[in-house]
């Protein structure tokens, strides 16, 4: 492990196992939350932790703002996630009475975010929850306690919660096996695959593959991690995917691309908000380009943008204008309500005036 890790993994570890054993006296629930536009990253960091909680012998569930995407079927993680709006038996009871499974809410946990606000419909069930424990990457997070581990170093929020998993083992002489269950493992994997780009970012380090390989040996098939994630789609995905690459535009010398889906195009070629999931990155990647921006529109309205640099344009800040946030060279945004063609214009002009 790495020595810049061990504090904040002990630290979180520490927390985790205080809470486990709150909750447990009050026979309580914990609820871990992650950031809407669900991704790898989130996705498994969040399902790590649940699976971390249930081998201590505590209750958790993920708070999920949405449905997990097609491309994540493979997991086979549905249950440890909880929709508050669902029709399920679970979402009806606290919507009715606040409780799951009979059971009081005793603590929160947030992976791969920080604040209610990156959380969508789940936002205000994590703000009001006491205490909140947060493993995160990102470097945009204002505010820190002790509960906090920040690290804008570590290549994902999975790689921090393998490590945490990692202090749990020793600190409860569990094997690794019992603390991360083989979906679980798999689907931390899955997000360090993710946020790296299949270890093709430089957010990789030796250390990111010394966890994956551990991850493997957990139960983690590498091979389908990627084919699944990368390389597999449907018709509709291939079809729309295909539709929106054409759309591409150039703009400030050509280092600018930038297409808009709009919600037609979706409704068109049947497939999921997740069906332009690929184009942002292969349009960063032509040659020349140093920023790229896929703006698409959501059946409710909203317009989300994905936003992804090669060398030097901060997306972060720039995420941040329009009310997101991220990495450096990969954030994101969501617009409420307002006409995709209208947001576009104003990303072209802020783009502009930035690069």
């Known amino acids: 492990m790495r020595e810049r890790y061990k504090e ?39 399902s790590g932790i649940v699976s971390m909680i249930r081998a201590l012998g505590g209750d958790a569930y993920v708070a999920i703002p949405e ?61 009001s929850i006491e205490p909140k424990i947060v493993i995160d990457h990102h470097a945009s997070v204002t505010s820190r306690s002790d509960n906090f581990w920040i690290d ?11 490590y945490v998993a990692e202090q749990i083992s020793l600190m409860t002489g569990k094997e690794m096996r019992e603390i991360l269950c083989p979906n679980a493992a798999k689907a931390v994997l899955a997000g360090i695959v993710t946020d790296t780009g299949r270890y093709t970012f430089k957010n990789t380090h030796p250390e990111t593959l010394e966890s994956s390989g551990l991850l493997i040996d957990l139960g983690g098939d590498i091979s389908e991690v990627c084919y699944n994630l990368f390389d597999r789609k449907t018709k509709q995905k291939f079809l729309l ?14 280092k600018f691309a930038l297409t808009v889906v709009p919600y037609e195009q979706f409704k068109k070629y049947g497939a999921g908000p997740d069906g332009v999931d690929d184009v942002v990155s292969a349009m960063r990647d032509i040659d020349g380009v140093e920023l790229a921006i896929v703006l698409r529109q959501l059946e409710t309205g909203e317009v989300r943008g994905n936003i992804r640099s090669q060398e030097y344009f901060d997306c972060s800040k720039f995420a941040e204008v329009f009310g997101g946030g991220g990495h450096v060279r990969a954030a994101g945004f969501t617009v409420k309500e307002g006409d995709i063609n209208e947001i576009a214009e104003e990303v072209i002009k802020r783009v502009k005036e930035a690069l």
């Open 8 to 46: 904040g993994s002990s630290r979180s570890a520490k927390n985790i196992l205080s809470v486990v054993e709150k909750t447990r006296e009050n026979n309580e629930v914990i609820l871990v939350f992650l950031h809407r536009s669900v991704d790898g990253d989130c996705v498994g960091s969040s």
């Open 241 to 254: 995917s295909a539709k929106a690459r054409s759309e591409v535009q150039f703009y400030c010398n050509e």
């Open 152 to 162: 804008p170093d570590a290549s994902s929020a999975c790689e921090m919660v393998f």
């Open 67 to 127: 449905d997990l995407p097609e491309n994540m079927s493979f997991l086979k993680i549905d249950e440890l996630f909880f929709h508050p709006n669902s029709d399920s038996e679970l979402a009806r009871e606290f919507r009715a009475q606040g409780t799951i499974g009979g059971k009081k809410v005793g603590a929160a946990i947030a992976t791969d975010c920080s604040e209610g606000s990156r959380m969508g419909l789940c936002g205000e069930i994590f703000d």
